[in-house]
């Protein structure tokens, strides 16, 4: 249809009244085949009539439509603005405060154009709102990632926020850690270790896709915390610049919308930077604390650890046992075998004494030949039957050199908390060294304790 103006009420008035005029015009002629009179149908008085008449309709319906539509175009227009206003303001501000998905819908009050209208209008505001929810999400997620470098805190934080945006109920973190799968945060599962062994997870890992398993209403998996009937599990493979680091499993007892799948493939690419970071400065950190040589903690470290035990044993009131040791005549082993040798006998007598202690005892490279062992909750008759286990074991080593087996023995002192009155951890190590001294005194290859 043709346009007179740049308006389009402009533009409608001038068709209604044209029709308007048209219809007056046209009236005479109507009447006139009706049987009316020609002189009465074709007179100017009627003509005049019948066109104030057509032009007087056009208006009215000019005026009607006008009254009827333009309120609505001007809702929708003010809503346009609204949203427009909101968008700019949040790209340089980020506050949507000004327009919300309530505020911003227009009502539907009709099934035409202008109802559909109105409908694709609130679906395109709620895309919006879609859209800067998951731009939230995703913004928040790596925020709160960069800001962990610790392994379990990145772990714990990143499953938390895939439960929140995903709606699932349970969930694990799990990374490879010397070729094997371990657990790096969970929630709501029962038994997360079994996992690693799942087929499903090994597929994932190796083709680094996610997985989505439905699973039949009827079917009924023990998979949380109290039995519950999954619908569908999610496997979601993490890599850092194609290099597998791990996975996260997510079950839900509802499908998983596109949505959810849609953040979850989001946020994967973030979490494997920040899992990278984190086991770097894991092994970093590790690196930092061990002793090169034997793998045993570093003298720092070990100070360290040992600090925290005895504030820990003054706080709790637990026992907390200290073991000094030293290898007996290791000088002459230098000498005759070079250092070479001697730092095999190092790595083997730390070998054998981390085979004689405890899981949570704390093997500490003190200097030299010299190795202190923390033992966190050891009594004194605790102390020496591991200091005596240590002794026999580090004494049956052999380390063969050429056609010659070297045999090497330790001499051990130790003290025991609270058995042993001490004010500070520092006292604890200046007893067991005394201690230590006294077992070389005796002879060497022999074990001294305290009380």
């Not at 400065?281 to 650890?305: C, I, V």
Request: a negative charge.
């Amino acid at each position: 249809m043709p346009r007179f103006t740049a308006k389009l009420f402009y533009d409608l008035a001038i068709w209604m009244l044209g029709l308007g005029l048209l219809i007056g015009l046209c009236f005479p002629f109507f009447v006139l085949a009706l049987g009316v009179a020609s002189e009465r149908a074709m007179s100017l008085g009627f003509f005049l009539s019948t066109l104030t008449a057509g032009l007087a309709a056009g208006a009215a319906n000019f005026a009607l439509a006008r009254w009827v539509i333009r309120p609505r175009l001007n809702l929708l227009s003010k809503h346009m603005w609204l949203v427009e206003g909101a968008i700019e303001g949040a790209a340089f501000s980020g506050d949507w405060s000004s327009c919300n998905l309530e505020k911003c819908r227009v009502p539907v009050d009709s099934r035409d154009e202008i109802g559909e209208a109105a409908r694709a209008f609130n679906d395109l505001v709620a895309a919006l709102f879609r859209a800067h929810e998951v731009e939230t999400a995703v913004s928040e997620f790596s925020q709160a990632l960069s800001s962990q470098l610790e392994l379990d805190s990145l772990a714990s934080l990143a499953l938390t926020q895939l439960l929140r945006h995903t709606g699932a109920q349970a969930g694990v973190v799990l990374f490879e850690n010397s070729g094997e799968l371990a657990v790096a945060a969970r929630h709501g599962i029962r038994e997360p270790e079994r996992l690693a062994e799942s087929d499903h997870l090994l597929e994932v890992l190796r083709s680094g896709e996610t997985l989505k398993i439905e699973l039949p209403e009827d079917m009924h998996i023990e998979v949380l915390l109290a039995d519950v009937r999954p619908r569908e599990i999610l496997v979601v493979p993490v890599a850092f610049k194609q290099v597998s680091l791990g996975a996260v499993v997510l079950a839900s007892n509802r499908p998983f919308t596109p949505e959810a799948e849609w953040l979850t493939a989001l946020f994967r690419q973030g979490f494997g930077l920040a899992l990278n970071n984190a086991l770097a400065h894991e092994r970093l950190q590790r690196m930092a604390a061990l002793d090169p040589l034997t793998g045993a903690y570093n003298r720092r470290f070990g100070q360290g650890r040992l600090t925290e035990e005895f504030n820990r044993a003054v706080r709790s009131d637990l026992p907390l046992a200290l073991l000094m040791m030293d290898l007996d005549h290791f000088k002459s082993i230098n000498d005759t075998y070079g250092h070479l040798v001697g730092d095999r006998v190092l790595d083997r007598v730390a070998k054998a004494v981390r085979n004689a202690v405890r899981e949570g005892d704390i093997l500490v490279r003190f200097g030299g030949e010299e190795f202190m062992i923390i033992l966190p909750g050891s009594s004194r008759d605790d102390a020496e039957s591991v200091a005596e286990r240590i002794r026999h074991m580090v004494e049956d080593t052999r380390i063969k050199e050429r056609d010659q087996q070297i045999r090497v023995t330790v001499s051990i002192g130790g003290v025991s908390y609270p058995q042993t009155e001490v004010e500070a951890e520092e006292e604890l190590l200046r007893v067991a060294d005394e201690f230590l001294y006294t077992a070389k005194n005796r002879g060497r290859n022999q074990v001294a304790i305290s009380g």
